[in-house]
């Protein structure tokens, strides 16, 4: 299926990055020359307590704003959004679009068979990738958890390059500091902290592009299709 | 003949030229960035010559607030520090305009409201403060999520009221607005509001100027009243003060006032109408349908239009970019031909709507909703639906979140 319009919503936990997710995704579709913005939803910022945050990628420019209440893809970060609800709808796919996608971050099946069939009956797919381990696996750290993410949905719906997706990963993280004091020692630290940071978003791109292969073969094999596209142009 | 003490052209110390605004905002080249709306506060103010920002944390305005904090670290603004509560907040920011600053700050909900005493205070004593409002719930429960209540209070405090739609507006509002409040017939303060979240927390793409130009210097001595330091005239407000003489005089000289601080926001209406091109802009106004709105509501309708064309439905759409002053004149005009006025408001008492039922004739012609409060997001669906429902056409029942 082919898309004026695809909206993403991440449900996580806080702490997990899913506003930092679609921040960075919303920069990629930007550098494709695809219109995008992206928009986080919280209440108290408190570690694993809900947080969702929502990217929307087009062809043509976006105005809507704020909780994405019917979404193409949903991705949920956290088993717990799933297993304890911790999440802003009951169920959390509430809204799904037909013909939609959910991507789980689990390493076992979650849904309930009444779940799974509802899902099949709006035509929706479903894609499970362990990224939490994939994460501990290529970076080291379970905090790139998001960048498993990443990677999937950028993997299955090709919304945005591999190349943009590392331009806007060195956007985010890897912005220079601007030393304004111009001391020696300050001068020092920044360099430290500079060689670290580069090894940072090393280990990021890397667990991006792994999930991005993973989830890229996945929808190959499915033969599921979910691009950003001109209808009109396609058909 | 040439103005000798003109600083067009010369440079601060941060080495940026100080640029004839007008110049500055509509021919220098502009620059796409992809901002939140909290930076793009900070690369206006980066550009707005500001000599005091004054913070007090409330989200969603706090990142904003820390973002000005760290461009003072740079340089870039005169004076800034943090409050004790949002009420010592606009009163600090009252001392900092009678002496002859450019004030700036950012509040929100509750901030707004607790610090609310000051606004017809701040107008009164015809200071040009910018606050920037990022809309959030007042009412409690408690809610940090974007609810427009807020501006329906400060609409009579005698304050310019601005409602932004996108970080764009925002950029280049902060700007321009000062133009507006130091104009010396003028000489008001500015809320320029948003709707919280929705513009202070997305990543959306903004044209910028480049940050090599920054606008001129406020000029004290261009505003119209003698600094009211308590012992000047008109206003000896310590040793004469009106409250202690019950007499007609002391009652005539506080009407003539207040008259006058309304007569100024007339008066500010051409410079509005220069600056942000029109207090209102409309899109297909002939249409039968029509939407009208301010802040993210009107990106809502923009959304809501599109789907109703592929359905065949024509439907026009009027943005109020200024609440004070009032654009009745050109609301009249644009809504002359409509059948039906659609209100979508982020708001559970629909106080847009209500202007708009006093402003125009035959208001019977006007929906005033769908509402939605307390930090609900709009989605284009629920404004197709109203709008089919009222031409009597059949609508599918939306599955929405929780069904």
Known sequence: MIKKRLNVRMSGLGGQGAVTAAHVLAMAANRDGKFSISNPFFGAEKRMAPAESYCRIGIERIYDRGELVFPDVIQVFHPQVITMGKSYTMPFYSGVKEGGLVIINSDQPLLSEEDVQRLKDLNVALFYIAGTELAIEVAGTELSTNMSMLGSVAGITKCVSMESLDLALQERFGKKFVASGGTASLDEAIKKKFAKKEMLLAKNLATVKAAYDIASAWAEKNQYELRVGNPAMAA | ?403
Request: aromatic share 8%; net charge negative.
């Open chain 2, 1 to 403: 003949m040439a103005d000798t003490h003109s600083v067009i052209g010369t440079k601060n110390k941060k080495g940026q030229t100080f640029t004839d605004t007008w110049e500055m905002m509509n021919n220098a080249p502009r620059t796409p960035s992809f901002f939140t709306g909290s930076e793009v506060i900070k690369e206006a103010l980066r550009r707005a010559s500001c000599d005091v920002m004054i913070a007090y944390p409330i989200t969603p305005q706090s990142e904003a607030a820390a973002l000005i904090g760290e461009l003072f670290a740079e340089g870039y603004i005169g004076d800034y520090f943090r409050g004790e509560s949002e009420f010592a907040v606009m009163s600090q920011c009252a001392g900092a305009a009678f002496g002859g600053a450019r004030v700036f700050t950012t509040t929100a909900g509750p901030g707004t409201m607790r610090a609310m005493e000051n606004f017809p205070m701040w107008s009164g004593a015809r200071l040009p403060i910018q606050m920037i409002v990022t809309c959030r719930g007042i009412n409690s429960p408690l809610s940090i999520q974007p609810d427009t209540l807020e501006i329906a209070y400060l609409l009579n405090t005698g304050m310019l009221v601005w409602h932004a739609e996108t970080a764009q507006d925002f950029f280049d509002w902060i700007l321009k607005g000062y133009m507006v409040s130091e104009e010396p017939d003028v000489h008001l303060p500015l809320a320029l509001c948003c709707d919280g979240f929705f513009v202070t927390h997305t990543k959306d793409v903004v044209n910028l100027t480049p940050a090599d130009m920054c606008l001129p210097p406020y000029d004290p001595y261009r505003s119209p009243v003698p600094c009211m330091d308590m012992e000047c005239p008109p206003v000896r407000m310590m040793r004469d003060p009106f409250v202690m003489k019950s007499n007609y005089i002391s009652y005539a000289t506080h009407a003539s006032w207040q008259q006058e601080v309304w007569a100024a926001v007339e008066r500010s209406r051409k410079h509005t109408i220069k600056w942000i091109n029109g207090l209102i802009e409309t899109e297909n106004a002939d249409a039968e349908v029509l939407i009208v709105a301010s802040g993210t509501a009107v990106s809502q309708g923009r959304e809501a239009i599109r789907l109703l064309e592929d359905e065949g439905i024509r439907c026009g759409l009027v943005k109020i970019k200024s609440l004070r002053p009032w654009p009745g004149e050109e609301i009249r005009e644009a809504t002359k031909n409509a059948k039906h006025i659609i209100v979508p408001e982020f708001n559970v008492t629909g106080w847009l709507a209500k202007e708009i039922k006093a402003t125009i004739p035959n208001s019977e012609r006007v929906n005033a909703g769908p509402h939605v409060c307390g930090g609900m997001t709009m989605p284009p669906e629920i404004i197709v639906s109203e709008i089919k429902t009222l031409l009597g056409m059949r609508t599918m029942s939306l599955a929405g979140r929780g069904s």
